[in-house]
């Protein structure tokens, strides 16, 4: 997981110190992290998951895609680089590489995404560009599949979101109902001003 949470760092030039202080995770435990000492807990790669904005499977390295052997070895070709050359630019191993282009093993999507880099591509664009991207794009998005994932995402975690707002709002009536009517009624003003919106007496 650290890998890939280095690596988005560099991506988004970022330091381990922000994302604790953004996410609100210590840098101790991020340091831990690192170090193989302690292993991070859910909530926490959600935090860091929402913080980057990719999902939790892409951060714990969980996303495989198969079969695109094919396609590295197109774009290298059409690149004019040797396999050592990809490795170099990629700081995958050259046995890494020769196994992914003659579909040994599946392909991470992060190490898929570094290898579309050094294309000067993002692999979503690859996939596309290749006919293997697997889902509709609305004709409004004119074909942009980078857009439309953003979109994706931004829509899923405004649905995390809404879930989350909508527990609390079922927490905070079952709380209601067994109070006395004094507490009640302080609760629903607290409540209002945590949701800043009209809730009924």
Same mark, same amino acid.
């Given at each position: ?6 690596k ?47 999902? #939790?499977?892409y ?6 895609? /198969?079969?695109?052997? *094919?396609?590295?070895? !197109? @774009?290298? &070709? ?7 050359? #990809?490795?170099?630019?990629s700081?995958?191993?050259?046995? /890494?590489?020769?196994? *992914?282009?003659?579909? !040994? @093993?599946? &392909?991470?999507e992060?190490?898929f ?16 560009? *290749?006919d293997?991207?697997d @889902?509709?794009i ?10 439309y994932?953003a979109?994706k995402k ?10 989350? @707002? ?11 109902k ?6 009640r009624?302080k ?15």
């Open positions: 997981m650290y890998e890939i949470f280095q988005l760092l560099n991506a988004k030039g970022e330091t381990a110190y922000k994302v604790a202080k953004d996410t609100g995770i210590s840098t101790a435990t991020l340091t831990q992290w690192k170090n193989g000492t302690s292993t991070p807990k859910a909530d926490k790669m959600q935090k860091i998951a929402e913080h980057f904005k990719v999902s #939790l499977e951060l714990m390295g969980n996303r495989f895609i /198969d079969e695109m052997g *094919y396609i590295i070895r !197109e @774009e290298r &070709i059409k690149h004019g680089l040797s396999l050592e050359e #990809l490795a170099r630019e700081k995958i191993s050259v046995d /890494d590489l020769k196994a *992914y282009e003659d579909d !040994e @093993e599946p &392909i991470r992060d190490i995404e570094d290898i579309a880099g050094v294309f000067g591509k993002q692999h979503l664009e690859l996939l596309q560009e *290749y293997v991207y @889902e509709y609305p004709p409004y998005f004119n074909g942009d599949v980078l857009q994932e979109f931004a829509r899923d975690s405004d649905a995390i979101a809404e879930n989350a @707002e909508n527990e609390d709002v079922l927490l905070i009536s079952r709380l209601a067994d109070m006395k009517p004094e507490n009624k609760l629903i003003e607290m409540a209002k001003i945590m949701f800043a919106e009209d809730f009924n007496d």
